[in-house]
């Protein structure tokens, strides 16, 4: 079988599932003008050459929301892949229930603050649908 590995870019990205006193989730929208614009997603980003997962994670939060979050308060929840002929894409979603400050929105759309049946009805990227149900009972019901 042909190896149709070397036309393809790698890439690791790294999500947090930020999950407030209330069990509600944290989305942003993608912003008008990227890839996959008006889609919610977990915040987070690619990880960089050398990088650990949970050091780009700390970075990409603090980038995109502006909140500060220790590695060791990162657990691991799942992982998607997403590959078609020019990527393969590894999401790994890690949760939290404690950063320090308030996440603001410098890098998306819109935030908002989901229970599991609004985070299910919500349009996300093909990578993030099958990390809905590991994370659902992380989650309260409503
Ligand atoms: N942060 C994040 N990215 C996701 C999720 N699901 C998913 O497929 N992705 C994709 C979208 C992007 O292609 C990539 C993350 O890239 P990024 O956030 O660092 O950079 P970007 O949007 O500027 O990248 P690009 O796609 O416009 O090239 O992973 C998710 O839940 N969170």
Redesign the pocket.
Known sequence: MENAGPARRS?L???AALIDPEGRVLVQQ?APG???AGLW??????AEPGESPEEALVR?LDE?LGIAIDAAALSPVAFST?TDDALS?V?L?FASRVWRGVPRPF?AAALRWCAIDALRRLP?????VP?IDPLAPWLSAT
Do not use: T
């Open positions: 890439i990205v790294v999500a993608r990227k890839s996959l997603e977990f915040p987070g980003g690619k990409e995109e997403a894409l999401l979603l890098d996300m990227p093909p990578a993030d990390l």
